[in-house]
């Protein structure tokens, strides 16, 4: 039976120094590991401070109790504070040159034997993620995890801090709502009192920071949580967080102006690092052609290039489709090693783009290496002018499906072969996105952002003739390959976004049905307005460096969108069903 009663703490274990020495503790916290001999029982007590070692001699009153202690054990632990002996000094810890000599130990909770070997990083590292999942509440007592949430709470602070130093406002948009689409399916909640309605789960308070400007707000900001019901993808979550900021009176400039100066800020704070701003600009063009993607990763070098005429012998294009090639430096002594790791990724990136017609050509080992056989590979590499220990990987297709498939290789190719450091942060936008892409399906034009975005103004008069070729006010921050912050100036016209809405297939009834309070609203004195999300998730990720958002999320569902833990999604109780005649759910009767 666990203890209501026990030693209150009066330190804490991770913050004890050698100053404390003499002084009387009272530790509480768990039992990371305990060591039992004849005569002694070691324990290691942990709080969220960090760890202490206790020891335990066979005289103290409290050996006893100690004997009986196990891992995970809660405890209170009484004692005094004195320095290890000159041999038992331990430099790998922040409280290696103390120990608690222990007069009195209180089991406040038993603990039963753990299912996951959290105190073993090499064993964790083999555990699958279902599992940590399952077991999430013990997976965060990692100091590798502790550390991320620390980590990214401290994140969320900074910005906050820097954003309320510049007059904004945190405003709570509402979550339950009417569907504010930003391209993805919604959530929907069924609504009780009316029958047959539902409410949808807010995408982000894209439409709801854009009336709070009409409001006359001017600044605003929110820690905003965003529901999408995606698909599963490698790193994707059902619900999000974003920092959401929206400013009246704006140009982009202005907005990634503030933006930069809140990473300066950060990065400051956190990292403890200077960054220089403002940050590179790049157009969307200048991106895909050079890099396949509108996230390039800048820490290092590797460009794209188009080589249609000269490569076509070798790979075959369709008309209307082009050849592009990415070059790569092997790097380090061994490219023969790594040219195995760039093979297997490159397959892997082709298919997982539905890329048929692709190659490699690598000069290594003193001659070249290419799946088309070695003729065509010479030919290749002097086309291409590889020199020693440069791969090149060539595909045919269609050029922004190609360039984006090479484009998501470039990237991971560059973390895998260690070109892109760990610890290297470089930033770039990637501005003058096209307003609108063609839907690779309906063949119909849809928002390459969201359709609140406005068009730069000298492109409006080519909405009609060549919507296509019309550039966006929208901005994307990019940080090591990901994108880590996106947004636009906004149309605040009523005219203009009715056009917009048309554009993409709207007719008036279903703008008004969809967007009749935001349309309404823009002819109350809309102020110029613009805005971006910063993704929170992905951010904390990259700085940690961690691959997964799921490493930076307290409880995060699986790849497959459930968590584990809980069980959700899961059946509703019964009576709850019942209040909800209306939706003809198939269930079970109990
Ligand atoms: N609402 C947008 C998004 O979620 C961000 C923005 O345009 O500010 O991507």
Not at 66 to 78: H, I, T
Not at 209 to 217: C, H, N, P, R, V
Not at 229 to 251: K, L
Request: hydrophobic fraction near 40%; include cysteine; charge should be neutral.
């Amino acid at each position: 039976m666990a203890l209501f009663k026990y030693p209150k703490r009066t330190h804490y274990c991770g913050l004890l120094r050698k100053g404390r020495v003499g002084s009387e503790v009272v530790l509480n916290g768990w039992v990371s590991r305990v060591r039992k001999f004849g005569r002694l029982v070691f324990m290691l007590v942990r709080d969220e401070t960090g760890v202490v070692q206790v020891v335990v001699p066979a005289k103290s009153p409290a050996f006893s109790v100690a004997k009986e202690v196990g891992p995970e054990y809660v405890v209170a632990v009484r004692g005094v504070v004195r320095a290890r002996p000159e041999n038992q000094v331990n430099p790998e810890m922040p409280t290696g040159e103390v120990e608690v000599a222990a007069e009195e130990v209180v089991i406040i909770n038993e603990s039963k034997p753990l299912p996951i070997p959290i105190h073993d990083e090499s064993l964790m590292a083999t555990t699958s993620e279902q599992v940590r999942l399952r077991w999430r509440y013990l997976d965060l007592r990692r100091e590798v995890m502790a550390r991320n949430i620390r980590f990214r709470h401290a994140v969320v602070k900074a910005l906050r801090e820097f954003f309320d130093s510049k007059g904004f406002v945190e405003v709570e948009t509402p979550y339950l709502a009417r569907s504010t689409p930003e391209g993805a399916r919604d959530f929907l909640v069924p609504s009780r009192l009316h029958p047959g309605k539902f409410y949808a789960l807010t995408q982000s308070p894209q439409l709801f920071k854009q009336l709070l400007m009409i409001a006359g707000l001017g600044k605003y900001y929110q820690v905003a949580r965003c529901f999408r019901d995606e698909d599963p993808r490698a790193d994707r979550q059902p619900e999000f967080t974003q920092f959401d900021i929206e400013m009246s009176f704006v140009t982009r400039e202005d907005v990634m102006g503030i933006v930069e100066e809140a990473m300066k800020y950060l990065f400051k704070k956190v990292m403890g690092k200077d960054l220089e701003i403002p940050f590179r600009r790049i157009s969307w063009a200048e991106a895909v052609e050079k890099y396949g993607t509108d996230k390039p990763d800048l820490r290092f070098g590797a460009a794209l290039r188009t080589a249609t005429d000269e490569l076509n012998p070798y790979i075959g294009a369709d008309e209307g489709e082009v050849v592009r090639a990415l070059t790569i430096q092997l790097p380090g002594e061994k490219p023969g090693k790594q040219l195995k790791l760039v093979k297997r990724m490159v397959k892997d990136f082709m298919e997982a783009n539905k890329i048929g017609k692709y190659a490699y050509v690598a000069c290594v080992g003193g001659g070249t290496a290419s799946n088309l056989g070695g003729e065509a590979g010479k030919e290749i590499a002097r086309i291409l002018s590889l020199t020693k220990g440069e791969v090149a990987i060539i595909a045919a297709g269609p050029y922004l499906k190609v360039s984006e498939a090479l484009g998501d290789l470039r990237n991971a190719l560059g973390r895998a072969l260690g070109l892109a450091k760990p610890g290297e942060y470089v930033f770039a936008w990637v501005i003058d996105f096209p307003l609108f892409e063609l839907d690779e399906e309906t063949g119909q034009p849809v928002p390459h952002h969201h359709p609140f975005t406005s068009p730069m103004p000298e492109d409006i008069p080519k909405l009609d003739e060549n919507p296509l070729s019309v550039k966006a006010q929208a901005y994307d921050l990019v940080l090591n390959g990901y994108e880590v912050a996106g947004g636009s100036i906004r149309i605040h016209d009523r005219e203009l976004q009715e056009r917009i809405l048309a554009m993409i297939g709207l007719s008036k009834e279903e703008m008004v049905e969809r967007y009749g309070f935001l349309l309404e609203a823009l002819e109350y004195g809309a102020p110029p307005h613009g805005g971006i999300a910063i993704g929170l998730d992905r951010l904390v990720a990259v700085l940690l460096n961690e691959e997964s958002i799921r490493e930076v999320i307290a409880f995060p569902k699986n790849k497959d969108m459930t968590d584990p833990l809980t069980g959700a999604p899961s059946k509703p109780p019964e009576e709850y069903l019942k209040d909800l005649p209306w939706l003809k759910v198939e269930h079970e009767t109990t």
